[in-house]
Protein backbone atom coordinates (compact mmCIF):
# COMPACT_ATOMS: atom_id res chain seq x y z
CA UNK A 1 0.00 0.00 0.00
CA UNK A 2 1.26 3.29 -0.47
CA UNK A 3 3.05 5.13 2.13
CA UNK A 4 2.52 8.79 3.65
CA UNK A 5 2.86 11.49 0.97
CA UNK A 6 4.19 14.79 0.81
CA UNK A 7 4.56 17.83 -0.93
CA UNK A 8 6.62 19.25 -2.09
CA UNK A 9 9.77 17.67 -1.47
CA UNK A 10 11.74 21.04 -1.33
CA UNK A 11 10.31 24.53 -0.91
CA UNK A 12 13.00 27.63 -0.69
CA UNK A 13 10.40 31.24 0.02
CA UNK A 14 11.50 34.39 1.35
CA UNK A 15 11.35 35.90 5.25
CA UNK A 16 7.70 37.30 5.23
CA UNK A 17 5.77 35.13 3.09
CA UNK A 18 3.50 31.90 4.11
CA UNK A 19 3.54 28.67 3.05
CA UNK A 20 1.41 25.50 3.17
CA UNK A 21 2.76 21.95 3.16
CA UNK A 22 0.54 19.17 2.31
CA UNK A 23 0.61 15.51 3.61
CA UNK A 24 -1.39 12.46 2.27
CA UNK A 25 -2.32 9.72 4.88
CA UNK A 26 -1.94 5.92 4.51
CA UNK A 27 -5.47 5.53 3.50
CA UNK A 28 -7.49 4.02 6.33
CA UNK A 29 -5.50 6.27 8.55
CA UNK A 30 -7.49 9.13 10.29
CA UNK A 31 -4.70 10.75 12.15
CA UNK A 32 -2.28 13.31 11.05
CA UNK A 33 0.81 14.75 13.10
CA UNK A 34 3.49 16.98 12.05
CA UNK A 35 6.36 17.63 13.71
CA UNK A 36 9.32 20.25 12.57
CA UNK A 37 13.18 18.75 12.50
CA UNK A 38 15.98 21.09 12.53
CA UNK A 39 19.69 20.77 13.30
CA UNK A 40 19.72 22.58 16.90
CA UNK A 41 16.11 21.47 18.59
CA UNK A 42 16.01 17.82 16.72
CA UNK A 43 12.15 16.71 15.83
CA UNK A 44 9.32 18.35 17.59
CA UNK A 45 5.85 17.88 17.99
CA UNK A 46 3.81 20.45 16.24
CA UNK A 47 0.02 19.17 16.36
CA UNK A 48 -2.04 16.44 15.48
CA UNK A 49 -5.39 16.19 13.58
CA UNK A 50 -7.89 13.36 14.18
CA UNK A 51 -11.09 13.45 12.20
CA UNK A 52 -11.19 17.08 11.65
CA UNK A 53 -10.15 18.31 15.03
CA UNK A 54 -6.57 19.16 16.46
CA UNK A 55 -6.43 17.13 19.25
CA UNK A 56 -2.82 18.21 20.72
CA UNK A 57 -0.45 21.25 19.74
CA UNK A 58 2.99 21.42 20.39
CA UNK A 59 4.84 25.03 22.02
CA UNK A 60 4.80 26.61 18.41
CA UNK A 61 3.74 30.29 17.71
CA UNK A 62 0.31 30.86 16.45
CA UNK A 63 1.85 31.40 13.11
CA UNK A 64 2.02 27.58 12.09
CA UNK A 65 -1.32 25.71 11.64
CA UNK A 66 -2.93 23.02 10.23
CA UNK A 67 -6.36 21.65 9.27
CA UNK A 68 -7.61 17.86 8.17
CA UNK A 69 -9.93 17.67 5.60
CA UNK A 70 -12.84 14.66 5.22
CA UNK A 71 -10.48 12.54 3.51
CA UNK A 72 -7.48 12.42 6.21
CA UNK A 73 -5.41 14.59 4.08
CA UNK A 74 -3.52 17.66 5.99
CA UNK A 75 -2.04 20.64 5.29
CA UNK A 76 -0.28 22.73 7.57
CA UNK A 77 0.58 26.72 6.80
CA UNK A 78 3.29 28.93 8.42
CA UNK A 79 2.80 32.62 7.92
CA UNK A 80 4.83 35.64 8.19
CA UNK A 81 7.76 32.95 7.53
CA UNK A 82 11.39 33.58 9.69
CA UNK A 83 14.82 32.22 8.84
CA UNK A 84 13.98 30.08 11.55
CA UNK A 85 11.57 27.91 10.51
CA UNK A 86 13.75 26.81 8.07
CA UNK A 87 13.43 23.15 8.98
CA UNK A 88 12.35 19.56 7.36
CA UNK A 89 8.43 19.28 8.21
CA UNK A 90 7.39 15.50 8.61
CA UNK A 91 4.17 14.39 8.86
CA UNK A 92 3.08 10.79 10.60
CA UNK A 93 0.23 9.08 9.94
CA UNK A 94 -1.56 6.20 12.31
CA UNK A 95 -4.93 4.69 12.77
CA UNK A 96 -5.97 6.06 15.76
CA UNK A 97 -3.39 7.83 16.98
CA UNK A 98 -2.70 5.64 19.56
CA UNK A 99 1.05 4.71 20.12
CA UNK A 100 0.49 0.77 19.59
CA UNK A 101 -0.16 0.89 16.48
CA UNK A 102 2.85 2.82 15.46
CA UNK A 103 3.27 6.27 13.16
CA UNK A 104 4.18 5.82 9.79
CA UNK A 105 6.19 8.81 8.35
CA UNK A 106 6.17 10.14 5.24
CA UNK A 107 9.57 12.07 4.29
CA UNK A 108 9.00 15.10 4.77
CA UNK A 109 9.12 18.48 3.22
CA UNK A 110 12.24 20.67 3.37
CA UNK A 111 11.71 24.46 3.60
CA UNK A 112 14.51 27.12 3.37
CA UNK A 113 13.48 30.50 4.30
CA UNK A 114 15.82 32.95 2.88
CA UNK B 1 11.74 17.38 27.30
CA UNK B 2 12.19 13.62 26.67
CA UNK B 3 11.79 10.99 29.11
CA UNK B 4 14.85 8.93 27.54
CA UNK B 5 18.54 8.85 27.83
CA UNK B 6 21.04 7.25 24.94
CA UNK B 7 24.80 7.24 24.04
CA UNK B 8 24.62 9.65 21.06
CA UNK B 9 26.95 7.34 18.90
CA UNK B 10 28.45 3.67 18.51
CA UNK B 11 29.58 1.86 15.94
CA UNK B 12 29.43 -1.50 15.25
CA UNK B 13 31.16 -4.44 12.39
CA UNK B 14 28.98 -5.45 9.59
CA UNK B 15 27.16 -8.47 10.31
CA UNK B 16 27.80 -8.45 14.31
CA UNK B 17 24.97 -7.45 16.21
CA UNK B 18 24.17 -4.21 17.27
CA UNK B 19 23.37 -3.34 20.89
CA UNK B 20 21.42 0.21 21.52
CA UNK B 21 21.10 0.65 24.66
CA UNK B 22 18.35 3.50 26.65
CA UNK B 23 17.70 4.59 30.03
CA UNK B 24 14.11 5.63 30.82
CA UNK B 25 13.96 5.72 34.78
CA UNK B 26 10.92 7.23 35.09
CA UNK B 27 9.02 5.43 32.89
CA UNK B 28 5.54 5.01 33.75
CA UNK B 29 3.14 2.20 34.25
CA UNK B 30 1.42 2.87 31.28
CA UNK B 31 4.13 3.71 29.17
CA UNK B 32 5.28 1.89 26.50
CA UNK B 33 8.96 2.12 25.31
CA UNK B 34 8.70 2.50 21.11
CA UNK B 35 12.09 2.13 19.18
CA UNK B 36 12.25 4.33 15.65
CA UNK B 37 15.55 5.00 13.16
CA UNK B 38 15.63 7.98 11.06
CA UNK B 39 18.00 7.24 8.02
CA UNK B 40 19.47 10.22 6.58
CA UNK B 41 17.06 12.69 4.74
CA UNK B 42 14.13 10.28 5.52
CA UNK B 43 11.71 9.99 7.74
CA UNK B 44 11.74 8.01 10.98
CA UNK B 45 10.59 4.41 10.94
CA UNK B 46 9.01 2.58 13.41
CA UNK B 47 10.93 -0.21 14.49
CA UNK B 48 9.33 -1.97 17.65
CA UNK B 49 7.64 -1.57 20.80
CA UNK B 50 7.39 -3.19 24.08
CA UNK B 51 5.80 -3.10 27.84
CA UNK B 52 8.02 -5.34 29.94
CA UNK B 53 7.86 -8.73 27.83
CA UNK B 54 10.54 -9.15 25.36
CA UNK B 55 10.19 -8.40 21.95
CA UNK B 56 11.15 -9.34 18.39
CA UNK B 57 10.24 -9.08 15.33
CA UNK B 58 11.88 -9.31 11.84
CA UNK B 59 13.88 -6.37 12.02
CA UNK B 60 14.89 -6.43 15.77
CA UNK B 61 14.67 -7.70 18.92
CA UNK B 62 13.58 -5.48 22.16
CA UNK B 63 14.69 -6.27 26.00
CA UNK B 64 13.83 -4.02 28.62
CA UNK B 65 14.82 -4.62 32.04
CA UNK B 66 12.73 -6.63 35.03
CA UNK B 67 12.58 -3.03 36.72
CA UNK B 68 11.68 -1.50 33.10
CA UNK B 69 14.15 1.43 33.66
CA UNK B 70 16.10 0.54 30.93
CA UNK B 71 16.24 -1.28 27.59
CA UNK B 72 18.02 -2.67 24.42
CA UNK B 73 17.16 -2.60 20.91
CA UNK B 74 19.01 -5.59 19.08
CA UNK B 75 20.08 -5.74 15.76
CA UNK B 76 21.16 -9.33 15.36
CA UNK B 77 23.44 -9.23 12.00
CA UNK B 78 23.75 -5.60 11.63
CA UNK B 79 24.12 -4.21 7.74
CA UNK B 80 25.45 -0.87 6.39
CA UNK B 81 21.59 -0.30 5.62
CA UNK B 82 21.75 0.05 9.42
CA UNK B 83 23.62 3.47 9.81
CA UNK B 84 20.66 5.38 10.92
CA UNK B 85 20.18 7.73 14.27
CA UNK B 86 18.07 5.27 16.57
CA UNK B 87 15.68 7.41 18.67
CA UNK B 88 14.38 5.30 22.20
CA UNK B 89 11.09 6.68 23.16
CA UNK B 90 8.21 6.37 25.86
CA UNK B 91 4.65 6.99 25.35
CA UNK B 92 1.12 5.79 27.00
CA UNK B 93 -0.63 3.71 25.57
CA UNK B 94 -3.56 6.09 25.29
CA UNK B 95 -1.54 8.58 24.04
CA UNK B 96 -5.06 9.76 21.53
CA UNK B 97 -2.54 13.01 21.16
CA UNK B 98 -0.08 11.36 18.61
CA UNK B 99 2.73 12.84 19.74
CA UNK B 100 5.71 11.28 20.34
CA UNK B 101 8.77 13.38 22.20
CA UNK B 102 12.45 12.55 20.52
CA UNK B 103 15.38 13.34 22.45
CA UNK B 104 18.93 13.26 20.80
CA UNK B 105 18.71 9.32 19.74
CA UNK B 106 22.12 7.49 19.15
CA UNK B 107 24.13 7.86 15.58
CA UNK B 108 24.98 3.90 14.77
CA UNK B 109 27.70 3.16 12.48
CA UNK B 110 27.93 0.68 11.02
CA UNK B 111 31.09 -0.14 9.12
CA UNK B 112 32.68 -2.54 6.96
Known amino acids: KAGVTQTPRYLIKTRGQQVTLSCSPI?????VSWYQQTPGQGLQFLFE???????NKGNFPGRFSGRQFSNSRSEMNVSTLELGDSALYLC?????????????FGSGTRLTVV | DAKTTQPPSMDCAEGRAANLPCNHS???????VYWYRQIHSQGPQYIIH???NNETNEMASLIITEDRKSSTLILPHATLRDTAVYYC?????????????FGGGTRLMVKP
Open chain 1, 92 to 104: ASSFTGGANYGYT
Open chain 1, 27 to 31: SGHRS
Open chain 1, 49 to 55: YFSETQR
Open chain 2, 26 to 32: TISGNEY
Open chain 2, 50 to 52: GLK
Open chain 2, 89 to 101: IVSPTNNAGNMLT
